[in-house]
Nanobody, 115 residues
Framework: QVHLVESGGGPVQAGGSLRLSCVAS????????MGWYRQPQGKQRELVAT???????NDNDSVKGRFTISRDNAKNTVFLQMDSLKAEDTAVYYC?????????WGQGTQVTVFS
């Protein structure tokens, strides 16, 4: 069983930056692809970005050029650097990872962008 713990969310002014972190622990298989999804209030959860263990990235078009995903394989940690934040980025951000053929989710961290 893999356990994910997210941190770094909170309120931020439009145009500002936040850095989310997610640490994976537990499980008996290696941690594969890691990533972030988000769910604005009243809307469906959507992909933000993923990164494979080899560093191959997949970004949502809405965050290209503003958000950067990275990871530290030695620490089973994934990061999401969010710059030039907009009000529409407000959402609960969830960390996800894949290990041993299973999918694991974090509890979510709220990001609120205010003007």
């Amino acid at each position: 069983q893999v356990h994910l713990v997210e941190s770094g969310g909170g309120p931020v002014q439009a145009g500002g930056s936040l850095r989310l972190s997610c640490v994976a622990s537990g499980g008996i298989f290696s941690i594969g692809t890691m990533g972030w999804y988000r769910q604005p209030q009243g809307k469906q959860r959507e992909l933000v970005a993923t990164i494979s263990r080899a560093g191959v990235k997949n970004d949502n078009d809405s965050v290209k050029g503003r958000f950067t995903i990275s990871r530290d394989n030695a620490k089973n940690t994934v990061f999401l650097q969010m710059d030039s934040l907009k009000a529409e980025d407000t959402a609960v951000y969830y960390c996800v990872t894949y290990s041993g053929g299973l999918e694991y989710w974090g509890q979510g961290t709220q990001v609120t962008v205010f003007s």
